[in-house]
């Protein structure tokens, strides 16, 4: 038997030890289905497509393109809890450049669905790297998940870094320190 969300939620208020049925909550399950639609609207959107719209061509231009500090808010798949941190994305384009922007959608786009750190930051790697054809892409996370710091462990304060590196920033050494130094410039 299938059931709706809003049923789902209902059956979690009582799993909780509350009465669903007491008036503060009686709205609450239509609330948090609603509120689904935007934690979980990656799903709806194809995130490559925010990089394939709007291209230019920028013949000479050879150096890193970085946007930092992105807001990342993602969901954990084994709690789904809040995964809550930064982002750092960064490419060195071959003849394709985006709009700072489009970068900051494509980390949108695979963090409004349930996921594990690791994969976000491969799927953001790999978005880049297959649309823009770039010398090199990277990709750094660094969050904390409300499933370890409010429950279980309570590893409050901690948070996890993840990086994907690719091209020139896996191969080359020096490309790589340079990044790190950027990016942990302003802490
Ligand atoms: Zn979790």
Same mark, same amino acid.
């Given at each position: *038997?299938?059931?709706?969300?809003?049923?789902?939620? =209902?059956?979690?208020?009582?799993?909780?030890? $509350? $009465? &669903?049925? #007491?008036?503060?909550?009686?709205?609450? %399950?239509?609330?948090?289905?609603?509120?689904? +639609?935007?934690?979980?609207?990656?799903?709806?959107? !194809? &995130?490559?497509?925010?990089?394939?719209?709007?291209?230019?061509?920028?013949? +000479?231009?050879?150096?890193?393109?970085?946007?930092?500090?992105? #807001?990342?808010?993602?969901?954990?798949?084994?709690? *789904?809890? &809040? @995964?809550?941190?930064?982002?750092?994305?960064?490419?060195?384009?071959? $003849?394709?450049?985006?709009?700072?922007?489009?970068?900051?959608?494509?980390?949108?786009?695979?963090?409004?669905?349930?996921?594990?750190?690791?994969?976000?930051?491969?799927?953001?790697? $790999?978005?880049?790297?297959?649309?823009?054809? &770039?010398?090199?892409?990277?990709?750094?996370?660094?969050?904390?998940?409300?499933?370890?710091?409010?429950?279980? @462990?309570?590893?409050?304060?901690?948070? *996890? @870094?993840?990086?994907?590196?690719?091209?020139?920033?896996?191969?080359? %050494?020096?490309?790589?320190?340079?990044? *790190?130094?950027?990016?942990? !410039? =302003?802490?």
């Amino acid at each position: *038997m299938k059931i709706t969300a809003e049923e789902a939620v =209902r059956a979690l208020l009582e799993h909780a030890g $509350d $009465d &669903p049925d #007491r008036e503060g909550l009686l709205e609450t %399950p239509k609330r948090v289905a609603k509120a689904f +639609g935007e934690w979980f609207e990656g799903y709806a959107t !194809d &995130p490559k497509e925010h990089l394939s719209k709007c291209f230019t061509e920028v013949g +000479g231009y050879d150096e890193i393109v970085i946007l930092k500090d992105i #807001r990342l808010e993602s969901y954990c798949e084994h709690h *789904m809890a &809040p @995964i809550i941190g930064t982002a750092h994305v960064g490419y060195l384009p071959s $003849d394709k450049v985006v709009g700072l922007s489009k970068l900051a959608r494509v980390v949108e786009g695979y963090a409004k669905r349930l996921q594990v750190q690791e994969r976000l930051t491969a799927q953001i790697a $790999d978005a880049i790297e297959d649309v823009l054809k &770039p010398r090199g892409v990277f990709v750094i996370i660094d969050a904390a998940h409300f499933c370890t710091a409010t429950r279980g @462990i309570h590893k409050h304060g901690s948070s *996890m @870094i993840t990086s994907a590196m690719r091209g020139v920033f896996r191969e080359n %050494p020096a490309i790589r320190a340079e990044v *790190m130094a950027l990016i942990s !410039d =302003r802490r």
